[in-house]
């Protein structure tokens, strides 16, 4: 049986996230392990936009680029 979390997220943000190979239950463990539900987020998508595939086109390295560069600039921060 899948557990249903909340997300904090509409709808529509959540479809969109999984058309990118967003995965809602590696967040949850994320979380699980101590990280904060922006930072779980985040690391998510890196690996949804990776997972399957390297980027190829312009437009799928510029989104990869702004997810690590957020992800990496939160993480100094702490």
Not at 42 to 48: D, N, S, T
Request: proline share 3%; glycine share 6%; charged share 25%.
């Amino acid at each position: 049986m899948t557990n249903i979390y909340n997300l904090g997220i509409t709808d529509t943000e959540y479809a969109q996230l999984l058309a990118q190979g967003y995965d809602p239950n590696l967040e949850h463990q994320l979380i699980e392990l101590g990280e904060s539900i922006d930072q779980a987020r985040k690391l998510a998508r890196i690996v949804g936009l990776t997972k399957d595939k390297a980027p190829e086109t312009d437009e799928e390295w510029q989104e990869f680029m702004a997810v690590w560069e957020n992800t990496c600039n939160d993480s100094v921060g702490k």
